[in-house]
């Protein structure tokens, strides 16, 4: 089974060398080159100032907003060599369990009668800039994390890049190898934006389309988002029929916006804004996505993919209760409501944003009602919630609040008076948030 996301990057069908046919465009957009910083020993430009009419390369993009990139020694596609089972063992341990201070829910043993469905698929999934490298191979155009690994000392934690990873655009062949050696019959990958679209026209957004209109923040992205999906689903429908369009967007929104202060072109959005600006255009482009893929692959699945977690009030009061709902609201609930339930965000939510973006419209809420086929969730772990000491009332009239504009507060133990029981056994030192119920699971 093949599971395309289509939302940020990744194509091990080396799918630049079959379309590409952009060596030059013409751009009119608003950055240029002002200043210099240094990261990982090389001098880069700031694109804070701007110009207009540029007449710009896929090089030319890479040496204007990224600079010189790392290659692995490893440069053509390797065809798969059998996959011995003597090496199908698992990896060793990189952290320690290392259980954070407090008592421990007890582990649930496994039950040797478990067992899943004959049809279920067990499946692995893999994004294409965490593991593909080959960063300006074949004309991919630089995306707004290859500008912001390389530029933005800090931005990873170790300052590391994608430029290499796991070198996936190379070792594929092999990678699905493995992959069906160890009995896996589901994978997702994601199509990179960057390599159908090098200039993005048409986190990870092509660069460009992050400077000409802000990526996520304008409206502009639907109409070209709609394009990138198109040619998705035009090239691969007849393989892949399963698709999400947008992968946790959530995470793009509120992780990546605002982008990093100096090294993007300023929109002048209110930073606390962004991230619901950001939610609006994405449910817009997701519907707008799964309608066209719908008609051009009418036998298709088609959904985007929510995250989040399991949240359990901490005590039974009903004001614990609304910080649950509240929590869903403005993390799952932000866009599993409008798609699944009402075509419009929970009430929570537009309370919130009423006063900086206008309501969906009748049409618009109809595009976005439905434009699912199933619900995807990656539920990595789970809290108790509970109401702001203050109240929750208190926290809504007052911006300042650090818990605002949720007004949901979160821990992975109950209170001193319950024992400081966790929630769950913490999985590793190395995911402090990640919490599991049972021992099955890693």
Same mark, same amino acid.
């Given at each position: 089974?093949?599971?395309?996301?289509?939302?940020?990057?990744?194509?091990?069908? $080396?799918?630049?060398?079959?379309?590409?046919?952009?060596?030059?465009?013409?751009?009119?957009?608003?950055?240029?080159?002002? %200043?210099?910083?240094?990261?990982?020993?090389?001098?880069?430009?700031? =694109?804070?100032?701007?110009?207009?009419?540029?007449?710009?390369?896929?090089?030319?993009?890479?040496?204007?907003?990224? &600079?010189?990139?790392?290659?692995?020694?490893?440069?053509?596609?390797?065809?798969?060599? +059998?996959?011995?089972?003597?090496?199908?063992?698992? =990896?060793?341990?990189?952290? %320690?369990?290392?259980?954070?201070?407090? #008592?421990?829910?007890?582990?649930?043993?496994?039950?040797?009668?478990?067992?899943?469905?004959?049809?279920?698929?067990?499946?692995?999934?893999?994004?294409?800039?965490? $593991?593909? &490298?080959?960063?300006?191979?074949?004309?991919?155009? =630089?995306?707004?994390?290859?500008?912001?690994?390389?530029?933005? +000392?800090?931005?990873?934690?170790?300052?590391?890049?994608?430029?290499?990873?796991?070198?996936?655009?190379?070792?594929?062949?092999?990678?699905?190898? #493995?992959?069906?050696?160890?009995?896996?019959?589901?994978?997702?990958?994601?199509?990179?934006?960057?390599?159908?679209?090098?200039?993005?026209?048409?986190?990870?957004?092509?660069?460009?389309?992050?400077?000409?209109?802000?990526?996520?923040?304008?409206?502009?992205?639907?109409?070209?988002?709609?394009?990138?999906?198109? $040619?998705?689903?035009?090239?691969?429908?007849?393989?892949?029929?399963?698709?999400?369009?947008?992968?946790?967007?959530?995470?793009?929104?509120?992780?990546?916006?605002?982008?990093?202060?100096?090294?993007?072109?300023?929109?002048?959005?209110?930073?606390?804004?962004?991230?619901?600006?950001?939610?609006?255009?994405?449910?817009?482009?997701?519907?707008?996505?799964?309608?066209?893929?719908?008609?051009?692959?009418?036998?298709?699945?088609?959904?985007?993919?929510?995250?989040?977690?399991?949240?359990?009030?901490?005590?039974?009061?009903?004001?614990?209760?609304?910080?649950?709902?509240?929590?869903?609201?403005?993390?799952?609930?932000?866009?599993?409501?409008?798609?699944?339930?009402?075509?419009?965000?929970?009430?929570?939510?537009?309370?919130?944003?009423? %006063?900086?973006? +206008?309501?969906?419209?009748?049409?618009?809420?109809?595009? $976005?009602?439905?434009?699912?086929?199933?619900?995807?969730?990656?539920?990595?772990?789970?809290?108790?919630?509970?109401?702001?000491?203050?109240?929750?009332?208190?926290?809504?009239?007052?911006? %300042?609040?650090?818990?605002?504009?949720?007004?949901?507060?979160?821990?992975?133990?109950?209170?001193?008076?319950?024992?400081?029981?966790?929630?769950?056994?913490?999985?590793?030192?190395?995911?402090?948030?990640?919490?599991?119920?049972?021992?099955?699971?890693?």
């Amino acid at each position: 089974m093949r599971v395309a996301q289509i939302y940020t990057a990744l194509t091990p069908l $080396i799918l630049a060398r079959e379309i590409l046919a952009q060596n030059y465009t013409n751009v009119t957009t608003t950055s240029a080159v002002t %200043s210099s910083t240094t990261v990982n020993g090389t001098a880069v430009a700031n =694109p804070s100032a701007f110009v207009t009419n540029l007449q710009l390369s896929v090089e030319d993009l890479w040496d204007f907003f990224v &600079g010189p990139v790392d290659t692995a020694n490893t440069t053509t596609t390797i065809e798969a060599t +059998p996959v011995p089972s003597s090496s199908l063992i698992p =990896p060793p341990f990189i952290g %320690s369990y290392g259980f954070p201070p407090g #008592r421990q829910v007890p582990l649930v043993t496994k039950n040797e009668s478990w067992s899943f469905p004959k049809d279920f698929y067990l499946g692995v999934a893999g994004a294409s800039f965490q $593991i593909e &490298g080959a960063a300006r191979a074949d004309g991919k155009g =630089p995306s707004t994390w290859d500008v912001n690994m390389h530029r933005v +000392p800090g931005f990873a934690t170790d300052n590391s890049t994608g430029d290499i990873t796991d070198n996936n655009y190379y070792m594929y062949k092999q990678d699905i190898a #493995r992959l069906s050696a160890m009995g896996i019959n589901a994978y997702s990958f994601s199509i990179a934006w960057t390599r159908l679209f090098p200039f993005g026209t048409g986190p990870d957004m092509p660069a460009l389309l992050q400077n000409q209109y802000g990526g996520w923040l304008g409206e502009q992205i639907i109409g070209d988002f709609t394009e990138y999906a198109r $040619i998705a689903y035009s090239r691969f429908g007849d393989r892949v029929k399963h698709w999400f369009t947008i992968n946790e967007p959530i995470v793009i929104c509120t992780s990546q916006y605002p982008m990093p202060a100096g090294y993007w072109r300023n929109f002048s959005i209110p930073n606390v804004e962004q991230p619901f600006v950001c939610g609006r255009n994405i449910l817009l482009a997701h519907a707008e996505a799964y309608r066209l893929g719908k008609s051009i692959i009418p036998d298709s699945s088609i959904t985007f993919k929510n995250n989040g977690g399991y949240k359990v009030p901490l005590t039974n009061s009903s004001a614990d209760a609304e910080a649950v709902q509240r929590a869903w609201d403005f993390n799952e609930g932000w866009f599993a409501d409008p798609v699944y339930l009402t075509g419009d965000w929970p009430s929570t939510v537009n309370d919130h944003v009423s %006063s900086f973006l +206008p309501p969906f419209t009748s049409q618009q809420k109809q595009l $976005i009602l439905g434009s699912a086929d199933f619900f995807a969730h990656d539920a990595y772990t789970a809290q108790f919630y509970m109401a702001p000491d203050a109240g929750i009332e208190s926290c809504v009239a007052n911006a %300042s609040n650090p818990l605002y504009p949720s007004c949901a507060n979160s821990s992975y133990t109950y209170g001193p008076a319950q024992g400081n029981w966790i929630i769950g056994p913490a999985a590793d030192s190395h995911s402090p948030w990640l919490h599991r119920a049972t021992d099955v699971y890693t």
